[in-house]
């Protein structure tokens, strides 16, 4: 039996953590959950069912609103906790082996560490953590023996076709390049002048997946390939420069590696996110599940790829080119997306303004090499910061 740790439990992934969950109750299990303010609806529900001993929420008038729907009976003995504190108690949840990081944006970061730090299988969902303290979560996920198991479907893919390597310890001399594939988003054959006037509902139209709408828009930007390229580099201690995305409108082989002796290994699926989240779960192991749907080659039309335009999406150079670097760069270009993804969310700047807003963020800043925990939780509030007074300026 597998004991696990969900935060982000009523977002995308983390709903689709529990389905498969559902089907494996002889060997999955929730211990501990922790959700946002939005869904306090399908938190109930899942509290109802899985039964977890702990559960954490935002705020204190979070939890408030969450007992005004439950009764007593149905949160007698479990703990309820709230903000940072809840989400690092949940991540550290004693009976827990693994934890299942579903959150967006750098709110993953520390209750990540802290379960690095208690020895747990991280089932990592969470890029931004990677992106912003990428140095430090590998470093003490060897201090502490944690296995970092990536759920994202790209680096799954790469994790899966680098096993034999990784397992001998061979990647660095074995490895030639990662491929990094990508779908495009919705305005991969869009000229730069209609991309100019794209709206929100074109930006959250993606082609082939269904997701969250910050990642969605980032999709759009090319920004979520950007962010996987940092995210690779230390997942699998390869320089950013090995790392080559490739615009893959398909979204069947998921990524690729090529090896100093030629071959390409590859992983190939269909768009679907329980097929990651259901070998991280089962990690190292291999289990038949029925909520993973299957991939017919007969019925594939074509498999094509092309390269990304570096015009045309600018955030793709600016990850590229943080990704190399040893320092916040990578902190800063992520806390700056954020709050410029969520401006254009909320339609206060226009879709290309978000790379422009990065870019005037990144001018700005003195990157710190090889930052402290606490450069890092400082230079993500400079650049959420700068960030808005960079779009207020322009406004």
């Avoid at 559960?55 to 479990?78: F, H």
């Amino acid at each position: 039996m597998k004991y696990l740790s969900i935060i982000g439990s009523t977002g995308s992934i983390g709903k689709q953590t529990l389905d498969i969950v559902k089907v494996h109750p002889d060997e999955l299990t929730v211990s501990a959950l922790a959700a946002g303010s939005k869904n306090l609806q399908d938190f109930k529900e899942q509290i109802l069912e899985f039964k977890p001993d702990l559960i954490s929420l935002p705020t204190a008038e979070n939890l408030a609103s969450l007992k005004e729907i439950m009764t007593a009976d149905q949160l007698k003995g479990i703990g309820c906790l709230c903000g940072e504190a809840g989400l690092v108690a949940v991540a550290e949840h004693p009976q827990s082996t693994v934890l299942v990081t579903a959150v967006v944006g750098f709110l993953g970061v520390t209750p990540t560490l802290s379960a690095i730090k208690k020895g747990k299988i991280i089932a990592l969902a969470n890029k931004e953590t990677m992106v912003a303290a990428g140095h430090l979560v590998i470093s003490q996920a060897k201090q502490y023996k944690a296995a970092i198991v990536p759920v994202d479907s790209e680096h799954s893919a790469i994790f899966q076709s680098l096993t034999d390597s990784i397992m001998r310890g061979r990647t660095q001399d074995e490895v030639a390049k990662i491929l990094l594939t990508g779908s495009g988003g919705p305005f991969r054959t869009w000229s730069m002048e209609a991309m100019k006037s794209a709206t929100i509902s074109d930006a959250l139209k993606h082609p082939n997946w269904s997701m969250g709408a910050k990642i969605t828009i980032d999709s759009a930007t090319l920004m979520n390939k950007g962010l996987e390229i940092i995210e690779a580099r230390w997942l699998f201690d390869i320089s950013a420069d090995k790392i080559e995305v490739v615009i893959h409108p398909q979204s069947i082989l998921h990524s690729a590696v090529e090896f100093v002796d030629g071959s390409i290994v590859g992983q190939m699926g269909v768009p679907d996110m329980r097929l990651p989240i259901h070998y991280a779960l089962f990690y190292p192991g291999r289990v038949h599940s029925s909520r993973v749907p299957r991939l017919s080659l007969t019925d594939l039309k074509e498999l094509t790829f092309e390269k990304p335009d570096p015009v045309r999406f600018r955030c793709l150079g600016l990850a590229q080119a943080a990704a190399g670097e040893d320092d916040t760069s990578a902190c800063v270009l992520n806390a700056a997306n954020e709050i410029a993804v969520d401006s254009f969310l909320n339609g206060e700047i226009k879709f290309l303004e978000i790379a422009e807003t990065l870019e005037r963020v990144l001018d700005e800043h003195k990157p710190i090499k090889l930052p402290a925990l606490e450069d890092i939780l400082e230079c993500d509030k400079w650049a959420r910061n700068q960030a808005r007074i960079v779009m207020a300026a322009r406004a």
